[in-house]
T-cell receptor, first 116, second 116 residues
Framework: AQTVTQSQPEMSVQEAETVTLSCTYD???????LFWYKQPPSRQMILVIR??????QNATENRFSVNFQKAAKSFSLKISDSQLGDAAMYFC?????????????FGTGTLLAVQP | EAQVTQNPRYLITVTGKKLTVTCSQN?????MSWYRQDPGLGLRQIYY???????DKGDVPEGYKVSRKEKRNFPLILESPSPNQTSLYFC???????????????FGEGSRLTVL
């Protein structure tokens, strides 16, 4: 069974600085999706960035980028020029490309604080 | 506006009093699912539905029921709630993988349930 591990329960970053959140996963599959979701205090789950495993190029979305290391099964999220609005819980998630279900497997989350 | 709507957003109830959390989506998604979020555990899937009248258990289905009589609605039923079902619940939807599937799940705003 696939698992997702986020080893940093909490992180802190100064406004305008860069922070990297770690995520590792375990799977025997070769094709899958990886996601980072943001959960602000409003509790809404917001998709930050998505990576297809068959794509070697790292995904980027404005200030957010990932470092996808398929062989190492690592999927870290880098937030550049951190803003106060980036403060939230961040979840890493895995979705298989096999089978019929669209189930996401989530890590336990990293709570990011942004210091002014 | 494309959205997943859950009700109620907050509920405090007592052990054994049946309750239903409703979920409705307006994106014509075939796939719908329920997750619960608990501290230190991330989000875990309770039940999912690939289409009307098709439902299946997720990872933590005990104590819950679901139904999918219409494509847009997927209610979560707690027949006899217990304190260990105190949690934050999310409904999510997407197209099935064979229909323009990007892998992304669209989440509702969450329902905070407390069982005393």
């Amino acid at each position: 069974a696939q698992t997702v591990t986020q080893s940093q329960p909490e992180m802190s970053v100064q406004e305008a600085e860069t922070v990297t959140l770690s995520c590792t996963y375990d799977t025997s599959e070769s094709d899958y999706y990886l996601f980072w979701y943001k959960q602000p205090p409003s509790r809404q789950m917001i998709l930050v960035i998505r990576q297809e495993a068959y794509k070697q190029q790292n995904a980027t979305e404005n200030r957010f980028s990932v470092n996808f290391q398929k062989a190492a099964k690592s999927f870290s999220l880098k937030i550049s020029d951190s803003q106060l609005g980036d403060a939230a819980m961040y979840f890493c998630a895995y979705r298989s490309s096999l089978g019929a279900t669209n189930k996401l497997i989530f890590g336990t989350g990293t709570l990011l604080a942004v210091q002014p | 506006e494309a959205q997943v709507t859950q009700n109620p957003r907050y509920l405090i109830t007592v052990t054994g009093k049946k309750l239903t959390v409703t979920c409705s989506q307006n994106m014509n998604h075939e796939y719908m699912s329920w997750y619960r979020q608990d501290p230190g555990l991330g989000l875990r899937q309770i039940y999912y539905s690939m289409n009307v009248e098709v439902t299946d258990k997720g990872d933590v289905p005990e104590g819950y029921k679901v139904s999918r009589k219409e494509k847009r609605n997927f209610p979560l039923i707690l027949e006899s709630p217990s304190p260990n079902q105190t949690s934050l619940y999310f409904c999510a939807s997407s197209h099935n993988r064979e229909v323009k599937n990007t892998g992304e799940l669209f989440f509702g705003e969450g329902s905070r349930l407390t069982v005393l």
